[in-house]
T-cell receptor, first 116, second 108 residues
Framework: DAGVIQSPRHEVTEMGQEVTLRCKPI?????LFWYRQTMMRGLELLIY????????DSGMPEDRFSAKMPNASFSTLKIQPSEPRDSAVYFC??????????????FGEGSRLTVL | SQQGEEDPQALSIQEGENATMNCSYK?????LQWYRQNSGRGLVHLIL?????REKHSGRLRVTLDTSKKSSSLLITASRAADTASYFC????????FGEGTQLTVNP
């Protein structure tokens, strides 16, 4: 398996533009997570899905952020409109099994977003 | 949600020395995981220890868990320059969140 695949790896955009980050989890995994990492705030959990259903989106910073998982092999994180403070590395991770159990997280290589 | 708190924040050692990192958490857990993050890369799972285990080994890694103290430690023996990375602990819970990590630097 190729692992968790994220795209794009790097994105530079201007304030106000829409940004869409994409993730393909490992086949067969039933959990998908979106994290954001910055120097100031560290690694933050934004939202996670179980069997394509959003379970907890309490980490999503505001309404400008939205995430979808239309099927088991694809998820998107959208920021509209983007702001400079959204600049960060966004990670997608997937796992088999729940967080309270033994679900090891497999992370993608991240999408580095810069909003000018 | 609960997250682990790693200590120290930064650790610098010479190649060949052992490195010990600690993790504390607040509520009861089913298991605790340790992850490594190389600069600019995603986190990589290192080891998982269950709540009924006290110690676990994997290669040069040794993890201990003390549920009475709500703490865990990660020992890397005979460190190498390639071990330079940030290390995070993740106690199991409803939301798998991470602390700030321990930044380990192994000097050649």
């Amino acid at each position: 398996d190729a692992g968790v695949i994220q795209s794009p790896r790097h994105e530079v955009t201007e304030m106000g533009q829409e940004v869409t980050l994409r993730c393909k989890p490992i086949s067969g995994h039933d959990y998908l997570f979106w994290y954001r990492q910055t120097m100031m705030r560290g690694l933050e959990l934004l939202i996670y899905f179980n069997n394509n259903v959003p379970i907890d989106d309490s980490g999503m910073p505001e309404d400008r952020f939205s995430a979808k998982m239309p099927n088991a092999s694809f998820s998107t994180l959208k920021i509209q409109p983007s702001e400079p403070r959204d600049s960060a590395v966004y990670f997608c991770a997937s796992s088999l099994g729940g967080l309270g159990g033994t679900g090891e997280l497999f992370f993608g290589e991240g999408s580095r977003l810069t909003v000018l | 949600s609960q997250q682990g708190e790693e200590d120290p924040q930064a650790l610098s050692i010479q190649e060949g020395e052992n490195a010990t990192m600690n993790c504390s958490y607040k509520t009861s857990i089913n298991n605790l995981q340790w992850y490594r993050q190389n600069s600019g890369r995603g986190l990589v799972h290192l080891i998982l220890i269950r709540s009924n285990e006290r110690e676990k080994h994997s290669g040069r890694l040794r993890v201990t868990l003390d549920t009475s103290k709500k703490s865990s430690s990660l020992l890397i023996t005979a460190s190498r320059a390639a071990d330079t990375a940030s290390y995070f602990c993740a106690p199991s819970g409803s939301r798998l969140t991470f602390g700030e990590g321990t930044q380990l630097t192994v000097n050649p």
